[in-house]
C-alpha cells in the first residue's frame, strides 16, 4: 500500500543554520512527490515538486528537495533557516489511478525556529 | 483573484446539529477536494469531486456528504455532528489532467463538536 512516512513529529533549529526533515516513501512505481507547508492558521502551500527530470529541485522560499529513488526518500533542505520559516511541512506522494491522482500526506514535521 | 476559500473560518456545533462547510474557487478548476487534518495523522481525503454534478468517496467518507451543484462551489455537509468529527477541514482544487496532482488549499474551517 502507498504511504508516507515524515519521522520527525517536531524539529527545532537555531535561526541562521542549515535545516533537513525528512520524507520516506512507500510505493512500487516512481512517484509524485511533493512538499507542501502550512503556517499558523492558514492553508497549505505548495513548496516543491517532483515527478522526473533533475532529482534536485529547487522550490519557493529557498527551499530544496532531493529524490532517492535507492532510498525511497525525499528530504526536504534548506542552508539557513528563517524565523518565518517556522510552520509545519508536509510530505505528499500522487500516483495516478483511473480518474485522476490519488494524493497521500504524511503526518506532517512542526519547525520551531530558536534565536 | 482570490484562490481558494472557505466559510465559515470557525465553527462549535453540540452533537447531533447539522452544518454545511462552503469552498469556493475562481481558477475554474475541475477537480475539487474536502479534507480533514487531525494531529499526528496528516490530511485524510473524505470526498472529492473529478467536475460538476459529481462525488466520490475518499478515504474517511462516513458521516458526510457532499455536492457539487455549480463547478465553482464544493459543499460538505454534516447531518448529525459528533465529537469525532472535531477537526480543521481543508478544501482543495487542481486543474484536471496533466502529470502533477498540484492542489491549491484554502484557509481551513476550525470545527468543534461539543
Known amino acids: 500500500a502507498q504511504s508516507v512516512t515524515q519521522p520527525d513529529i517536531h524539529i527545532t533549529v537555531s535561526e541562521g543554520a542549515s535545516l533537513e526533515l525528512r520524507c520516506n516513501y512507500s510505493?512500487?512505481?516512481?512517484?509524485?512527490l511533493f512538499w507542501y507547508v502550512q503556517s499558523p492558521g492558514q492553508g497549505l502551500q505548495l513548496l516543491l515538486k517532483y515527478f522526473s527530470g533533475d532529482t534536485l529541485v529547487q522550490g519557493i522560499k529557498g527551499f530544496e528537495a532531493e529524490f532517492k529513488r535507492s532510498q525511497s526518500s525525499f528530504n526536504l533542505r534548506k542552508p539557513s533557516v528563517h524565523w518565518s520559516d517556522a510552520a509545519e511541512y508536509f510530505c505528499a506522494v500522487a500516483r495516478r489511478q483511473t480518474g485522476g491522482f490519488k494524493t497521500i500526506f504524511g503526518a506532517g514535521t512542526r519547525l520551531f525556529v530558536k534565536a | 483573484n482570490a484562490g481558494v476559500t472557505q466559510t465559515p473560518k470557525f465553527r462549535v456545533l453540540k452533537t447531533g446539529q447539522s452544518m454545511t462547510l462552503l469552498c469556493a474557487q475562481d481558477?475554474?478548476?475541475?477537480?475539487m477536494y474536502w479534507y480533514r487534518q487531525d494531529p499526528g495523522m496528516g490530511l485524510r481525503l473524505i470526498h472529492y469531486s473529478v467536475g460538476e454534478g459529481t462525488t466520490a468517496k475518499g478515504e474517511v467518507p462516513d458521516g458526510y456528504n457532499v455536492s457539487r451543484l455549480k463547478k465553482q462551489n464544493f459543499l460538505l455537509g454534516l447531518e448529525s455532528a459528533a465529537p469525532s468529527q472535531t477537526s480543521v477541514y481543508f478544501c482543495?482544487?487542481?486543474?484536471?489532467?496533466?502529470?502533477?496532482?498540484?492542489?491549491?488549499f484554502g484557509p481551513g474551517t476550525r470545527l468543534t463538536v461539543l
Open positions: 482543495a482544487s487542481r486543474f484536471p489532467g496533466g502529470n502533477v496532482d498540484e492542489q491549491f
Open positions: 510505493y512500487g512505481a516512481t512517484p509524485y
Open positions: 481558477m475554474n478548476h475541475e477537480y
